[in-house]
Structure formats: C-alpha cells, structure tokens
Nanobody, 124 residues
Framework: QVQLTESGGGLVQAGGSLRLSCAAS????????MGWFRQAPGKEREFVAR????????YYKDSVKGRFTISRNNAKNTVYLQMNSLKPEDTAVYYC?????????????????WGQGSQVTVSS
C-alpha cells in the first residue's frame, strides 16, 4: 500500500502561481512513476503531468506545457506540481497518483494509489 497526501491548493487570481505537494508513505516511493490528474465539476478526470521513477522523464498535457512543472524528491518521498500563469480553466480538484505500471501512463486506470484531492480555484 502507498498512502498519498496532497497539500498546497487554494484560491489564486489568474496569472498567479501555486505549488502542489504530494507526500507518500508506505512502500518504496522511488519504485512508482507518479502522475497528477485533475477533475473539474461535471467533467471526467484528466491527465495533467507524469514523471518517471527516477525523475528524468516528464510528460504534460498540451494545455499546461510551459506553465506547469512536475518534479519529485525521492529522498523526501514527495512529488510536486508547480503551476504558473494559472488560468480560470485550470480550476479543478487536483489528484496525485502512483502507477503500478513501471513505465507510467497517461490513463488513470493504470494508477493504483490516489490522494484525497486538493482544490485549486483560479479567479478571473
């Protein structure tokens, strides 16, 4: 089992920044590719970013490229999502997740462990 706890969400004006953190406990954190997903009201959960086990490979949803950065610190068992130049359409509940697929995935069904979610609201 892996337990994931997110923090860092909140309310920000358009153009502002937030950093989400996701602390992991349980099994060896560095064994798991990690991802961030988000879900807006009335919409399906969607991929935002993912990072390889060692942190050397990262992937992003097209609409957040150049604005969001995913990173991880395996010594601290933590994955981060730095979000800059936020837009109202970024408003959603953001979830971190750990993938049991060693190569990682863009699809939520390939993630075995999920955090509780952190609300991000961007006002215009």
């Amino acid at each position: 089992q892996v337990q994931l706890t997110e923090s860092g969400g909140g309310l920000v004006q358009a153009g502002g920044s937030l950093r989400l953190s996701c602390a992991a406990s349980g099994r060896t954190f560095s064994n798991y590719p990690m991802g961030w997903f988000r879900q807006a009201p009335g919409k399906e959960r969607e991929f935002v970013a993912r990072i390889s086990r060692g942190g050397d490979s990262t992937y992003y949803k097209d609409s957040v490229k150049g604005r969001f950065t995913i990173s991880r610190n395996n010594a601290k068992n933590t994955v981060y999502l730095q979000m800059n130049s936020l837009k109202p359409e970024d408003t959603a509940v953001y979830y971190c997740a750990a993938s049991g697929d060693f190569s990682g995935s863009y699809y939520p069904e390939f993630y075995d462990y999920w955090g509780q979610g952190s609300q991000v609201t961007v006002s215009s």
